[in-house]
């Protein structure tokens, strides 16, 4: 026969999880939350892509005068040994000065109000592009800064060609040289060959911190609610004679992280797809500029292992910033407390958030050790400094093996105070008064 | 066998709220836990059901631990309440779900409790047919529509759907009205019947009276009396005399020191000593040719006996 006296006994957790999870969609606000969030995720992507685009098209569209002052001539003045394409040389095709006739010449003319001068000249620092217009010229100047851009990646590509370098040889002598400390012979060679740049790692950790604070925080009010809901309802004594403690308190909050996740997934999903439908239909520069900037080519050049390993770090994180929601769910006493256990959590994960976007910038060893170990920061920055190889697996596995500790922690602290904390009903405890509570128990947590 | 309470206890940092209480069921029946408010009974029983930890003692089921393994418990809770926003037939299932039924049979009992208790209306949608012919199904009130009453009825059935060995009852009566408490009484004589161990706690001693067995008085944390209901009513003796005559008998009462609690039109509530006290008074009665209606003397109710008991530990402290 099982014994009636282990508290970490889970029988019928599959229950509570499939009730609390069936209840939760067919209640109607959670129903409506779950709906709106993924519409709001979905649409997100293709607004910011269509807002990028719209204030593109809304600056070179908005001068009023544009009938009266579009651009119909652009004088070229080339000083450089740097040739150009006799047809279409600056590439204006399907851009919006492809109207603009292109004249070469010796010096810049008088100018009209529709008219440009640009002159392309070699200076002491190199080359120089100088736009000229009218004094009475109708160009806005956001048009002027568009078309010098333009013509700036086309000089590039020209002058490229002029020298005789294919792609590779331009890579090899315009790719950045940063520096970087390390400590020791060890650390270095157990730093991966292909370390990622301090910029990179700050850009993949905030994303990945900002991926664990929506889920964290989203989750943690509801976990709290919904463990709270027993001792609403007041049905906390009919389940105890029903259900295993840790059984009840643990099939709630699975409940809830399936709840979030598979909000946040579905939302995902739905944003990509729809961001992608929407960038066949937008081919504007800046639809295309918007696609280039979540770039994510390092993460796609991961091994399996390694994407395993942001996964399993990612669902630690989660189980933790849960189970801790949990306990202190089944401390407040009335809706008011819950305010206050929701702070408490949001505080740890907003400074695990800050850690993940500050410190990679710093790019020091010590420190990036230092925040791979820490619980609750760890979470945040220990997975994508490993992965990236800004520290080696040794780092990495501390940390690890600490938040695993931490999780066991939570989870025996959980088992032992549960019952105690969801039959109290007069004051909220404090997380210090949780533990003395733990205490009373035969044994420490 | 049976079950077997022994030497509970419960402290709250200082204070005792529970102090060394026994029992023992050794036979199905019902065993009341009575007290004042704040006495024990519902400490006393959350410990029973091992909710909350022991400072000390047991509880056996049949020699073993009790426990949800060891003893199938059904459990009305003194706090009534039920889930607010889930339907009322979703949060029905998932408890009788939660104590090993399968949907089939729990579906059976649901619709068998339901019929029983007058709860029909309220866990399943009603079949109207409206002007033009057509049916149309009224769902059932939410939870949050029904009265504490009605609440309280379905959390009994939910009690109910395991088909409990033991049966733990905390203040099942209060807040029922009269139709409703005549139901529940009903079917704890029912369970009586089946041979069902049956523990209630309450305030309503003519309930209590009617169906229990032992009983246990709990006063200030402690049990001031405790034992088998008939045995401690005969111990107190015979001393309530219902006499009705048809003319006024006050000297005679008076003459043998009797006291008297109350009189309406020659009907007298007294108070005797004992027996010899009560048939020296008829005695006195027919040898003086008054004719009575009525002479009933019987024991003290289980109100007066808690009430005595209480007041008498109350005045010691």
């Known amino acids: 026969m099982k014994n009636s006296n282990n508290i970490y006994r889970m029988d019928g957790i599959g229950k509570v999880f499939k009730f609390t999870l069936t209840q939760t969609f067919k209640n109607k606000g959670y129903r409506f939350s779950y709906i709106l969030m993924i519409a709001m995720m979905c649409f997100m992507g293709p607004i910011s892509m269509l807002s990028a685009s719209a204030s593109e098209k809304a600056i070179l569209e908005s001068d009023p005068l544009k009938e009266e002052n579009e651009l119909k001539t652009i004088y070229v003045q080339n000083d450089t040994p740097v040739s150009f394409a006799k047809e279409d040389p600056f590439e204006l095709k399907d851009t919006a000065f492809e109207k603009a006739v292109v004249s070469n010449v010796e010096s810049i003319p008088t100018l009209t109000d529709t008219e440009i001068g640009l002159i392309i000249s070699e200076g002491g620092e190199g080359y120089l592009i100088s736009s000229i217009i009218s004094d009475d010229s109708g160009i806005t100047s956001l048009q002027l800064d568009e078309l010098t851009k333009h013509i700036h990646k086309c000089f590039e590509s020209n002058r490229q060609i002029y020298a005789g370098i294919s792609d590779e040889q331009m890579e090899l002598l315009t790719n950045g040289i940063s520096t970087g400390k390390v400590y020791s012979l060890e650390d270095y060679l157990s730093i991966d060959s292909n370390r990622v740049p301090a910029s990179r790692i700050t850009v993949y950790s905030t994303v990945y911190s900002i991926i664990v604070m929506i889920l964290v925080s989203l989750t943690v009010s509801y976990v709290i609610t919904t463990v709270m809901e027993e001792k609403t309802s007041k049905l906390v004594e009919n389940l105890l004679v029903s259900v295993r403690p840790l059984a009840l308190v643990m099939g709630k909050i699975f409940a809830m992280m399936v709840y979030v996740t598979s909000m946040l997934v579905l939302g995902g999903l739905g944003s990509a797809v729809s961001t992608s439908i929407v960038s066949v239909f937008n081919k504007s520069e800046a639809a295309a500029e918007y696609t280039l900037h979540v770039d994510f080519s390092a993460l796609f050049g991961l091994s399996p292992w390694k994407i395993l390993i942001l996964f399993v770090s990612l669902v630690l994180t989660y189980l933790m910033y849960s189970i801790l929601a949990g306990i202190l769910g089944s401390a407040c006493t009335k809706a008011e407390d819950v305010g206050p256990s929701v702070m408490i959590i949001n505080i740890l994960s907003i400074a695990g958030y800050i850690s993940g976007m500050a410190f990679p910038s710093i790019d020091n060893p010590v420190l990036d050790k230092i925040t791979c170990i820490i619980p609750f920061i760890s979470s945040y920055v220990g997975p994508v400094y490993f992965v990236l190889g800004r520290v080696p697996f040794w780092v990495y596995l501390i940390g690890l093996a600490l938040q695993i500790a931490t999780i066991i922690f939570l989870f025996r602290l959980c088992a032992k105070v549960y019952r105690k904390l969801i039959v109290n009903d007069s004051k909220r405890l404090k997380f210090s008064e949780i533990l003395m509570l733990s205490r009373q128990e035969a044994g420490n947590v | ?317």
């Open chain 2, 1 to 317: 066998m049976g079950l077997s309470v022994k030497d509970l206890s419960k402290k709250y940092g200082e204070k005792t709220v529970v102090d060394h209480i026994s029992f023992e069921m050794e036979k199905p029946g019902v065993y009341a836990l009575l007290g004042t408010n704040g006495a024990g009974k519902t400490t006393s029983i959350r410990m029973i059901l091992d909710m909350l930890d022991k400072d000390s003692g047991e509880v056996l089921w049949n020699g073993k631990p009790l426990s949800f393994d060891t003893c199938n418990i059904g459990y009305l809770a003194e706090e009534r309440g039920l889930y607010q926003k889930y339907p009322l037939m979703d949060q029905i299932m998932y408890f009788g779900e939660l104590r090993g039924g399968n949907r089939d049979e729990l579906e059976k009992k649901i619709k068998y409790w339901s019929g029983r208790l007058k709860l029909d209306e309220y866990l399943y949608p009603e079949v109207k047919t409206l002007p033009n012919g057509r049916k149309s199904k009224v769902k059932p009130k939410s939870p949050d529509q029904l009265s504490k009453g009605n609440q309280q009825k379905i959390q009994f059935l939910i009690a109910m759907l395991s088909d409990p060995e033991l049966l733990v009852l905390d203040e099942p009566f209060s807040g029922l009205d009269p139709v409703n408490t005549d139901i529940l009484k009903d079917v704890v004589r029912e369970q009586i019947d089946a041979g069902k161990y049956i523990i209630m706690s309450s305030h309503q001693m003519a309930v209590v009276e009617e169906f229990c067995t032992d009983i246990t008085i709990l006063s200030r944390s402690k049990a001031i009396v405790k034992g088998n209901l008939n045995e401690i009513k005969k111990n107190y003796g015979r001393v309530n005399l219902e006499l009705k005559c048809e003319q006024d008998i006050s000297s005679y009462i008076n003459a043998l020191g009797i006291q008297t609690v109350s009189v309406k039109e020659f009907e007298y509530h007294l108070k005797v000593t004992g027996e010899e006290q009560a048939n020296a008074l008829l005695k006195n009665l027919v040898t003086a040719g008054i004719p009575i209606v009525r002479f009933d003397l019987s024991e003290l109710s289980l109100h007066e006996i808690f009430v005595k008991e209480v007041g008498a530990d109350e005045e010691q402290q």
